[in-house]
């Protein structure tokens, strides 16, 4: 299982799959819009439900239904996460933030894992 990102009209769907591309392909056709495969997360070790959750918290505040979100450009833009993010580190991340933290102040998600790994 990989967990996708994939666009759509200014939205962000962040789920799960085993084979993320039909995925879009899938949801692609449904969109009125269209839609594409922004990237790919494929864990090493099997924890594919709790990465997508840890995700869905990081993001909350940008939700605007079920799995969709609408994500500040500046996520999205530098969005590219490898295999080796861990739940753990995820986690930690998520852990961090504070109640209080405006969406101004949030950090993208892959500079706060980058700060964690230094």
């Not at 079920?66 to 999205?76: G, I």
């Not at 739940?87 to 961090?96: A, G, I, P, T, Y």
């Amino acid at each position: 299982m990989s967990i996708y990102f994939i666009r759509s009209n200014g939205f962000v769907k962040i789920g799960i799959a085993c084979d993320p591309e039909k995925r879009a392909q899938t949801i692609n056709t449904d969109a009125p819009c269209g839609a594409e495969l922004v990237t790919t997360i494929s864990p090493k070790n099997d924890t594919d439900g709790k990465l997508e959750k840890l995700l869905h918290a990081y993001y909350s505040e940008f939700n605007h239904r079920a799995e969709w979100f609408v994500l500040p450009k500046r996520e999205v833009a530098g969005f590219v996460l490898t295999d080796t993010v861990s739940c753990d580190s995820l986690e930690n991340v998520v852990k961090s933030i504070s109640a209080k933290e405006s969406v101004e102040e949030k950090k993208p998600l892959t500079a706060r894992l980058a700060e964690q790994e230094s």
